[in-house]
């Protein structure tokens, strides 16, 4: 028996999906609001959220920043009536495991939910993300360098965190807002180096590299 949480603001909506996702074994909770959404997750755990982009209060892709700064392992399968490929991108970078869009064949948002359960990983989360001689504690949000355990923001944590895992490649401003920040535009794009900034302010050797004219590349070479 999985546990889920449905977050969908129309009532009608949720009250069907708790009934079939139910009836499928799980044990099923239901809000219908971003900030309901996130207290629930903050008071239980859930292997699997269920997750509209529309909601009062606040939108489910701030539902999802909050839940990954919880819980980064969480798991996130949208459920939207907003189709374009540029929000199933947005949602994908931002870390959902799956999209389904509105209107949706029940037997198939079953299947999906299965699905996201079997391939979870099994046992604890991998704890430290390694590149080279540079470890990031992926619990703790702290770098590991030259002996020394350095805490990070938030935001520090999950840019380095992308770049460590593009190691070797050039992200570009873009991909950094897109995939850290969720944004889909250059507007903000002066967080990027900011962020980029405090990091090698901590960091006692420079693990970032600026590419000019693109972006920035992790190097763990001294």
Known sequence: ?????????????????????????????????????????????????VLDLMLPGFDGFEVMRQAFELRPEQRVLVLSAVVDVATRVRCL???????????????????????RLRTAPAGAPQRWLRVGDVALDLERQALGIDGQQIPLSHREFMLLGHLM?????????HELLAGVWGY???????????????????????????????????????
């Not at 495991?97 to 999906?112: C, H, I, N, Q, Y």
Request: net charge positive.
């Open 1 to 49: 028996m999985a546990r889920l949480l449905v977050v969908e603001d129309e009532a009608r909506l949720r009250a069907y999906l708790i009934r079939a996702l139910g009836a499928d074994g799980h044990l099923v909770r239901g809000v219908g609001s971003g900030p309901e959404a996130v207290h629930r997750l903050r008071e239980d755990a859930f292997d699997l959220v």
């Open 93 to 115: 970078r931002i870390g959902a495991v799956d999209f389904l869009g509105k209107p949706f064949a029940t037997a198939e948002l079953v299947e999906r939910v299965r699905s």
């Open 165 to 173: 895992r593009q190691a070797g490649q050039v992200c570009s401003r």
């Open 184 to 222: 889909d535009d250059d507007l903000a794009s002066n967080v990027v180096d900011v962020t980029v900034r405090r990091i090698r302010g901590k960091a006692p050797r420079p693990i970032i590299e600026t590419v000019r004219n693109v972006g920035y590349a992790f190097s763990a070479a001294r």
